[in-house]
């Protein structure tokens, strides 16, 4: 008998990771705190649809076999998936950093339970799922936003087999041909999740608002574009109407433990009045910190209100660049850094214990050397000025992939990119080799993939220098991260010299010791762990 109607297991990046000397993974952050290489961090969505499911009588769990594999090195996971019992197994494929890990977990589980259905899921399940569909340990994809309630009714239909009427579904017959199913746009997102159906003792929730995004980031594959073109929500962001919404505030005031936090996907809060419905819902609860991820400076009116109430705003502004000409290029919105600076004087005065994260990124548009060191600079200014409130800035490059799917990826020539990739099967090779410049499926025509390597750690050593003296960071942490930055850059230029088949074997001791030393020291993600550190894949 089953355990489970479904397992959703989160794979690593790369399966297996642990022991291996002919990849380096290698460090690259100015945060103190920083997901491994591996991205053991599961998509915060996963945990809606497990909550999701459960409120309609299923049984549902979430196995982060990345973390689990980090935290246990002896772990035998042959043996582990082997004990596993479910009506089907779910792997994410969300990010395309885990192209290769998701079909080797999904390889290992047809290999134990042969009659038990593997679906997949994600963005990139949905850009890809026509090549995924080829390979033999896949059995069902996703496409589109409405996961929760299309992996509801496929579980009610699991024992009959036949799946014609379910929309967005890829699938084998009997006769193992595949099945495309139509493909439908979603104009709404009103499923409710209950929050009082999830796992108890979770002290984080995940709010959304709609499906898809009202905004275009160029770079993105969630964008507004990008969630029309190629995940089928019409216009780009559907919205879940108001009531809903709210309901769903409600069950996470009721079940929410105490100092709890709700992270908020989309700009919903940009309407004042839903603004104000949602910091009333949550007036006399346990929820003392809410992330907004902004997008347009929000007014003095939003600042005033929010100030009012006893929880604690986190703001996550991506302003990709110090650079007003090159952020353009980048789809944001038209503030200066002026009217930047003017916003964040107005939020401290009125409001000192909120906290910022800036967010900038290497290998933009138009972004030479030049700019990316001004960058640092602008970093500084930003810290200094505000070194006495929370305000932190964190740069990355992007990496190891530009999304598949977003407007640059799209459209390379109009915005000065190249992009050597285009494959799934492409993008599983590329997370094998030995140095992640050759990882990278683009590069511009202002930095190359080895100038790419370079200026980002670079930039790093100096924005860690930047963060010690604006007292972000401890000398004993900042000095302890240089010298993993140094070792970093050592490691990347011996390994440079060589192709993969032939690396000598003492460039392959080093790789390992390299590599347990970091997977060491990184955190656990049995659950999200701190959502103000990285917000997306590449801000690692």
């Known amino acids: 008998m089953n355990q489970y109607d479904i397992i959703f297991i989160h794979p690593p990046s790369i399966f297996d990771f642990r022991d291996r000397d002919d990849i380096l993974f290698a460090f690259l952050s ?6 491994s290489p591996v991205y053991e961090m599961y998509p915060l969505g996963l945990k809606t649809i497990e909550t999701f499911l459960a409120q309609q009588g299923k049984k549902a769990i979430i196995i982060n076999l990345a973390d689990m594999m980090l935290k246990n090195p002896g772990l035998d996971v042959e043996a ?53 569909m080829e390979y033999p340990q896949v059995d069902f994809i996703i496409r589109g936003v409405d996961t929760p309630y299309l992996i509801d009714k496929l579980l009610n239909q699991l024992s009959r087999g036949e799946y014609h009427d379910i929309m967005n579904l890829c699938w084998r017959d009997k006769s193992k041909k595949i099945i495309i199913n139509n493909f439908s746009n979603a104009v709404s997102y009103n499923n409710i999740i209950d929050w009082t159906h999830s796992s108890k003792g979770i002290n984080y929730f995940m709010v959304f608002s709609g499906a898809g995004c009202e905004y ?22 559907a919205v879940k109407e108001i009531p809903a919404f709210l309901r769903e505030l409600e069950s996470i005031k009721e079940y929410s433990s105490k100092n709890s936090t709700v992270i908020t996907l989309h700009h919903w809060f940009e309407d004042i009045n ?116 929370d305000l932190n800035v964190y740069m990355s490059p992007m990496r190891p992939f530009l999304d598949p799917g977003s407007i640059i990826y799209d459209n ?20 094998m080799v030995p140095h992640w410049k ?13 100038q790419l390597v370079d200026i980002s750690y670079k930039a790093t050593r100096e924005l860690i220098a930047v963060k010690q003296k604006s007292n972000k960071l401890p000398p004993v942490i900042s000095d302890a991260m240089t010298e993993k930055i140094d070792s970093t850059v050592r490691l990347l230029n011996i390994i440079e010299k060589y192709d993969r088949g032939s690396l000598p074997h003492d460039v392959r001791r080093k790789i390992l010791e390299y590599n347990n030393m970091i997977f060491k020291g990184s955190p656990s993600q049995q659950s999200p762990f701190n959502f103000s550190i990285h917000k997306y894949w590449h801000e690692s």
Not at 30 to 35: C, E, F, G, L, R
Not at 106 to 130: C, E, N, Q, R
Not at 302 to 311: D, F, G, T, W
Not at 438 to 450: A, C, M, P, V
Request: glycine fraction near 6%.
């Open 30 to 35: 100015s945060s103190s705190i920083a997901v």
């Open 80 to 132: 582990f998936l082997k004990t596993l019992k479910a009506g089907m197994f779910g792997i994410d494929l969300h990010w395309l950093a885990h192209a290769q890990g998701s079909l080797a977990v999904a390889k290992m589980l047809k290999k134990y339970h042969p009659d038990t259905p593997v679906i997949l899921g994600g963005i990139s399940a949905s850009y890809f799922y026509s090549e995924l």
């Open 216 to 237: 275009n980031c160029t770079f993105c594959s969630g964008s507004k574009y990008s969630m029309h073109k190629h995940m089928g929500v019409n216009n780009g962001f």
């Open 274 to 389: 839903l603004l104000e419905k949602v910091l009333n819902t949550f007036k006399m609860s346990n929820i003392k910190t809410i992330h907004f991820t902004i997008f347009q400076l929000l007014s003095k009116n939003h600042i005033k209100l929010m100030s009012a109430y006893n929880i604690r705003p986190f703001f996550e502004i991506s302003i990709q660049s110090g650079s007003e000409k090159i952020r353009r290029m980048c789809g944001n919105p038209p503030y200066s850094n002026k009217e930047l600076e003017e916003w964040l004087d107005y939020l401290f005065a009125q409001n000192k214990k909120s906290i910022i994260g800036i967010f900038l990124m290497i290998g933009l548009p138009e972004q030479g050397e030049a700019d990316v060191m001004e960058d640092i600079k602008y970093a500084g200014h930003l810290m200094k000025k505000y070194e006495n409130f």
């Open 412 to 431: 390379p020539e109009n915005f000065g990119y190249t992009i050597f990739f285009n494959t799934f099967k492409d993008y599983e090779k590329a997370l």
């Open 438 to 450: 050759d990882s990278l499926n683009y590069e511009t025509r202002w930095i190359s993939k080895k």
